[in-house]
């Protein structure tokens, strides 16, 4: 198999030639590292030789107007706005941390316009990722989902909170239009190239439980979640949760929207991979739970593969499961490490597992 059909195939809960190996890639260390350089913004030909080089079936590209991640270069320490009305200070790479929030008011919102979500700019990196793709790797296209983007960039927390009390309906009034935004946004996108999944990141937990109570998140953010995942699908395209945190107590209320695959499965948070396995066999692909937090920073890379083994004894047999680390390879993981873990997926992970 080529790694598009290996992907999505595990993705779909189906058994490949091999379990996939990927990750988030958004390191400039490791671009130094085997790249050369590294690149002040995501592009998209980058991200793919970096991913083909490391041997994964797959590469994140986020959605143009994908909130905190820069579309012009700012000098380092600038202020400087988005299309959202969405405030930084420019320190990181590649997400930036939000600094002020255009919404604080009915007033603000009554007077806000979401940006046109058919720009030209919506499918930049979709189209050049068409044209950079000589490895036929896996393209997965990075949205925002309802709770994010109220609680980071619409809002902030504080507001927010407040607002669930004082005027719940103004939070369903943004996320309906919201929603609508992104149905046209990701329309935009798979007419610019081929989607292979649309990586739909929406932060539910923290490490130790989830950021507001199950009935808020079923009140608010759960339904139009499943809206978003039922308009991609639509598409013809497979749809990946990113929520890294502890999140057992709507696990259930996720898989019934019908999102095809569950990433990060994180360690660090208490997310077992045996427990998500066999709760939703069949039904839910889960990714990761490789520690990216202690055995790829601090381990050796023995402990990174008897990690990813034991991650394989677990989730790979009867197909459905995608090698990687419960979160992303970042500066901090030493380039033996991520090798280790993609040397076990190649050399162990050849179905029957």
Known sequence: MKPRERFVTALRCGTPDRVPVYDFVGSRKLQRDLLGYSTELIEAESQIRLAAMLGFDAVWLPLGGFCGIEHECHPEGATYQDEWGVTYIKHGWPIMVQTDVPIKTRADWRNYALPDPRAPHRARWVRDAAKANREDLAILVGVLGPLTMLYWYFMDAQTLSMTLYDEPALVHEMCAAYVDWA?????????????????????????????????????????????????????????????DGRIWDVLDDLVATGVNGYHPVEQAAGMDLATVKQRYRGRLCPIGNINNKTTMVSGTPDDVRREAMECLKIGAPGGGYILATDHSLHDDIPLANVYAMVEVGKKCGTYPV
Request: proline residues 5%; contains cysteine; aromatic residues 10%.
């Open 183 to 243: 149905s046209q946004a990701v329309q935009t996108a798979c007419a610019a190239g081929p989607v292979d999944a649309f990586y739909l990141a929406d932060d539910w937990g923290g490490t130790t439980g989830l950021l507001m109570s199950p009935r808020h998140l079923r009140e608010f953010f759960v339904k139009p979640y499943g809206q978003m995942v039922r308009q991609m699908q639509q598409l013809g395209v497979a749809v990946i949760m990113h929520n």
